[in-house]
C-alpha cells in the first residue's frame, strides 16, 4: 500500500507541484495586495472563545473535530466533490481558500503569524492533495488521454482508474489533516494562554 | 529534449511550498509586511442619563436619549429611545420598548468605520432584552451583523450585546433596532439599564474608539 501510494505521488509530481505553487503563491499574493489596498487591519487580541469552538475545549475532541469537519466538509465536499463533477471548479475553491486564507494572515501579528504557519502548510497541502483528485478524477471522465495518453481508455474506465487513484491519494489527505489538526489544536490552546 | 525531468518537478514540488512561504515568513520578519494596527486613543463621552418613576400603567413615555460628538475627524449621533411603558403583557411581563438609533459620519475621504459594539447591562438580575429581528425593527446602512446574543443574564449582568462590521471601508453607517426591555419584576423594582456604545474607526493613520454610555434609572413606583 505505501508503495502504491508512494508511486502516486511519484507520478503526479507535475499536478501537486503546479498546485502548490497556485496554491501557496496565491496566499503569498494576497497578503501583499491587502497590505497595499486596505488599510492596516485592526489587530484585537487573540479571541479566548476559539477553544469553546469545539465541544468545550477538550483536546481529543478538538483534535478529532477538526480532522473530520476537514476532511469531510472543507476537503471532500468543497474542494474535491465539485471538482468531480465539473474539473476546473477544485482548482476555483482551492484558490478561493487560499484567498480567504490570505486575508486572514494578513491580519495577524509577527507571533500569532509564525505560530499558524505550521497549520497553514500541512493543512494547506492536504487542500492541495484534495483539488488534485478532484481535478484527476473530473478530467478523466471529460478527457481520458489527457492522464491516461496513449492507453486508449473509454470514459468509464479511466474514471474508475481515476477514482481508484483518487482513493488512495485521499489517504495522503487524511494524513496530512490529522497532523494539521493536532498542530492546529496545539496551537489554539497556545494561543489561548498567551495574553 | 527533455527540459523538466521527475527530479526537477520533485524539487519544483518542494520549492513550491517553501518559497512562498519563505517568503512570507522573510517579509513578515523583515517588516516588509506591516504589523497590523491598535486603538491608538479611546475618547469615553459623558454618560447621558434619565431617571424616572416606575409607571403602573400602560403609558408612553417617548424620552430620547441623545448624544451628539464631533471632531475633525467624525460626526457621531448616538440616541437611545426609550418608548413606551407597557404594563402586565401576557407574554412579556411589564416591559418597556426601546429603539437603538446612531448615525456615524466621517470628515476625512480615507476614514472608514470599522465596527460598532454595543452592550446592555440591567442591575436586576431577572430582566431580559430582546432585539426585535424582523425588517421593520432593523435598519441599517454600510453595516453587517456579526454577532448578537439578547435574552441572557451573562457576566455583570448582561442583557445583551450586538456587535456588527463596517462594510467595504464606510465612511457613514446608520444603524436603527427596536428592542424589548422585559423587567420581569414587582412595580416596587428598581431597574438601571446601561447601555454602551462603542465605535471603532480609522481616521486614514490611526484606529480610534469612542465610547458612548447610556442611563435609564427607573425608580420603583407603586403597586397598581
Redesign the interface.
Known amino acids: 500500500m505505501v508503495i502504491g501510494l508512494f508511486k502516486l505521488v ?1 507520478g503526479r ?2 499536478v ?3 498546485f ?2 497556485l496554491f ?2 496565491s ?2 499574493a494576497v ?2 495586495l491587502a ?1 497595499f489596498m ?6 484585537n487580541g487573540w479571541s479566548p472563545n476559539a477553544l469553546g469552538v469545539f465541544l468545550d475545549g477538550s483536546w481529543p475532541f478538538m483534535v478529532f473535530g477538526i480532522f473530520l469537519f476537514n476532511l469531510c466538509v472543507s476537503a471532500f465536499v468543497v474542494v474535491t466533490l465539485p471538482g468531480i463533477v465539473f474539473f476546473p471548479l477544485s482548482t476555483f475553491f482551492l484558490l478561493f481558500r487560499a484567498v480567504l486564507w490570505g486575508l486572514l ?6 507571533w500569532p ?2 505560530a499558524v ?1 505550521p497549520t ?2 500541512l493543512e494547506g ?1 492536504a487542500y492541495v492533495f484534495s483539488a488534485a483528485v478532484g481535478t484527476i478524477v473530473g478530467g478523466s471522465w471529460v478527457k481520458p488521454d489527457w492522464l491516461f495518453k496513449d492507453e486508449g481508455l473509454s470514459r468509464v474506465d479511466a474514471f474508475k482508474r481515476a477514482l481508484k487513484e483518487g482513493l488512495r491519494g485521499y489517504v495522503f489527505v487524511a494524513v496530512l489533516l490529522f497532523l494539521a489538526s493536532v498542530v492546529e489544536t496545539a496551537t489554539i490552546i497556545f494561543l489561548s494562554a498567551v495574553p | 529534449m527533455k527540459v523538466v525531468n ?1 527530479n526537477n ?2 524539487a ?2 518542494l520549492l ?2 517553501v ?3 519563505g ?3 522573510g517579509f ?2 523583515t517588516g516588509l ?7 491608538t486613543e479611546t475618547i469615553t463621552l459623558e454618560p447621558v442619563t434619565r431617571e424616572f418613576e416606575r409607571p403602573n400603567q400602560d403609558v408612553h413615555l417617548n424620552y430620547s436619549l441623545e448624544s451628539s460628538y464631533s471632531n475633525n475627524e467624525i460626526l457621531a449621533k448616538m440616541c437611545l429611545l426609550i418608548g413606551g411603558y407597557h404594563e402586565d403583557d401576557p407574554l412579556l411581563s411589564d416591559h418597556i420598548t426601546i429603539r437603538v438609533k446612531m448615525n456615524l459620519t466621517g470628515a476625512d475621504p ?1 476614514f ?1 468605520i ?2 460598532v459594539y454595543l452592550i446592555f447591562r440591567d442591575i436586576y438580575q431577572g430582566s431580559s432584552l430582546y432585539f426585535l429581528r424582523t425588517d421593520v425593527n432593523f435598519q441599517s446602512a454600510n453595516l453587517s451583523l456579526v454577532k448578537i446574543v439578547d435574552g441572557i443574564n451573562g457576566e455583570n449582568n448582561t442583557k445583551a450585546s450586538i456587535s456588527l462590521a463596517g462594510l467595504n ?1 464606510p465612511n457613514d453607517v446608520y444603524l436603527q433596532w427596536n428592542a424589548i426591555w422585559s423587567l420581569h419584576s414587582l412595580n416596587t423594582q428598581d431597574h438601571e439599564l446601561n447601555a454602551t456604545y462603542e465605535v ?1 474607526y ?1 481616521n ?1 493613520t490611526a ?1 480610534n474608539k469612542i465610547v458612548q454610555p447610556f442611563n435609564v434609572q427607573i425608580n420603583g413606583g407603586t403597586e397598581p
Not at chain 1, 486596505?38 to 489587530?43: D, E, G, N
Not at chain 2, 509586511?33 to 486603538?39: D, R, S, V
Open positions: 511519484c509530481w507535475k501537486f507541484a503546479l502548490n505553487l501557496f503563491g496566499v503569498l497578503v501583499f497590505e486596505f488599510p492596516p487591519p485592526l489587530y494572515i494578513y491580519a495577524l501579528p509577527i503569524f509564525v504557519l497553514v502548510v497541502e | 521527475g518537478w520533485k519544483l514540488f513550491s511550498i518559497v512562498p512561504v517568503l512570507l515568513v513578515k520578519l509586511l506591516g504589523e497590523p494596527a491598535k486603538i480615507n472608514s470599522e465596527n471601508h471603532t480609522y486614514g484606529y
